[in-house]
T-cell receptor
């Protein structure tokens, strides 16, 4: 059974700190890894990673995938209170509803 | 664009009742996804449609769950009969190019409570 594990489960930091969120996966026929940000309502898409070692950036957020060690990290620099959310990672192994497996998320709280 | 629209936003019902959740995807998107989110199991993909056709419903938990997409602008997820363990937030999402297009746009969700 495909498995995605995120750590930590929750994290509380001060505004301005840098955080690193972890996502490891055990997936057959792995194709891509996705990161989402979920605030009070629905998840919003952040990144899709397919190739190892290539960093994707969007403002203060960046992410990278290591297909050899089967993990991804999401970095947030100079955190702001608006970064407070649950960050979800998901693996895609291709084909059908079984293809997407989500982790349980990291609940990030940024204190002013 | 109004984004993905879901209704109702909240529903509380008694065990054994039929529940119907509704979703209107973003206009022009040709794929629609139904998810369920709980604390215990996280976010799970239940079923997805491409061009109104169910591609794979193997994520649907059991026969009590059914989903339809009669046209490109409307989908329903039905639970009959409902059980307390169905309590969750149900999300609908849509995207343009099928499951290979990962920028899925999620609706606000329907919070279902079955007592």
């Amino acid at each position: 059974e495909d498995k995605v594990v995120q750590s930590p489960l929750s994290l509380v930091v001060h505004e301005g700190d840098t955080v690193t969120l972890n996502c490891s996966y055990e997936v057959t026929n792995f194709r891509s890894l996705l990161w989402y940000k979920q605030e009070k309502k629905a998840p919003t898409f952040l990144f899709m990673l397919t190739s190892s070692g290539i960093e994707k950036k969007s403002g203060r957020l960046s992410s990278i995938l290591d297909k050899k060690e089967l993990f991804s990290i999401l970095n947030i620099t100079a955190t702001q209170t608006g970064d407070s959310a649950v960050y979800l990672c998901a693996s895609y192994s291709g084909g059908g509803a079984d293809g997407l497996t989500f982790g349980k998320g990291t609940h990030l709280i940024i204190q002013p | 664009d109004a984004g993905v629209i879901q209704s109702p936003r909240h529903e509380v019902t008694e065990m054994g009742q039929e529940v119907t959740l509704r979703c209107k995807p973003i206009s022009g998107h040709n794929s629609l996804f139904w998810y369920r989110q709980t604390m215990m199991r996280g976010l799970e993909l239940l079923i997805y449609f491409n061009n109104n056709v169910p591609i794979d419903d193997s994520g649907m938990p059991e026969d009590r769950f059914s989903a339809k997409m009669p046209n490109a602008s409307f989908s329903t997820l039905k639970i009959q009969p409902s059980e307390p363990r169905d309590s969750a937030v149900y999300f609908c999402a849509s995207t343009l190019d099928g499951i290979s297009s990962y920028e899925q746009y999620f609706g606000p969700g329907t919070r279902l409570t079955v007592t």
